[in-house]
Nanobody, 122 residues
Framework: QVQLVESGGGSVQAGGSLRLSCVAS????????MAWFRQAPGKAREGVAA????????YYADGVKGRFTISQDNAMNTLFLQMNSLKPEDTAMYYC???????????????WGQGTQVTVSS
């Protein structure tokens, strides 16, 4: 059974930082493409960052470039999202996603976590 479990969310003030983690189990990590998505109340889910299996291809949404960094630890089956210079508009539920095929920042990922809440106050 595939399971993706996110952690690291919380409440911070604008300008602060958070590091999200996503641990994958029951899945062939070495053949997966991974991504972070977020969804704010009343808005559609949007891709934030994505990374290929090798880490050689990385994609960021325009609104987070230069502030967020996606990375992975293949030995630990863990995906990370380092978020710096957080803004109130970054407030959302953040989800980890995985798929055997390259999906970039599109939402057609096969596997999803339950999400971790990030709240940024001004």
């Amino acid at each position: 059974q595939v399971q993706l479990v996110e952690s690291g969310g919380g409440s911070v003030q604008a300008g602060g930082s958070l590091r999200l983690s996503c641990v994958a189990s029951g899945y062939s990590w070495s053949r997966s493409y991974m991504a972070w998505f977020r969804q704010a109340p009343g808005k559609a889910r949007e891709g934030v960052a994505a990374i290929s299996q090798s880490g050689g291809s990385i994609y960021y949404a325009d609104g987070v470039k230069g502030r967020f960094t996606i990375s992975q630890d293949n030995a630990m089956n863990t995906l990370f999202l380092q978020m710096n210079s957080l803004k109130p508009e970054d407030t959302a539920m953040y989800y980890c996603a995985a798929d055997p095929s390259p999906r970039g920042l599109g939402t057609a990922y096969r596997y999803w976590g339950q999400g971790t809440q990030v709240t940024v106050s001004s």
